[in-house]
């Protein structure tokens, strides 16, 4: 009785472990994101992060035939490219990031809903940063 109650508990944490891995700190995807930069700014109520807003233009709705803008969320939590978004505001940037399945309080705002994919984007690099203000 003792060793089927021990299983059944190793058993139930190995399965809250794996959840807890896969949903919040396996990486879903990663890529790269283009766009003018509108918005960044430090937010949060008990844990302070750093959320942006990248202006993407690309077409719209195919019987319009309309330039549309698509916008993309993320979080930053380091400062250092955090301090480097801020001087990038209004300027065409291309961020690198990574996107979870599940959002975690301390990483940052979940956006499910406004980005196209659902899931927390964390931006953990700026590659390329040019000088236009627009595209």
């Not at 283009?34 to 202006?55: A, H």
């Not at 979870?100 to 390329?128: A, C, E, F, H, T």
Request: glycine share 8%.
């Amino acid at each position: 009785m003792r060793k089927a109650i021990f299983i059944s508990i190793v058993i139930i944490l190995l399965a809250v472990t794996g959840y807890t891995y896969w949903f919040y700190y396996n990486p879903y995807s990663d890529g790269y994101r283009e766009g003018v930069l509108q918005k960044f700014s430090r937010r949060g109520n008990i844990f302070k992060t750093y959320e942006g807003e990248l202006v993407q233009l690309g077409f719209g709705q195919r019987n319009t035939g309309v330039l549309n803008s698509n916008y993309f969320y993320f979080s930053v939590t380091d400062r250092t490219i955090a301090d480097s978004l801020q001087q990038c505001m209004g300027k065409a940037v291309r961020l690198h990031y990574i996107q979870y399945r599940r959002s975690l309080p301390w990483r940052g705002d979940n956006y499910n809903g406004k980005n196209s994919d659902n899931g927390q984007y964390m931006v953990d690099q700026i590659s390329n940063v040019t000088n236009t203000n627009a595209y």
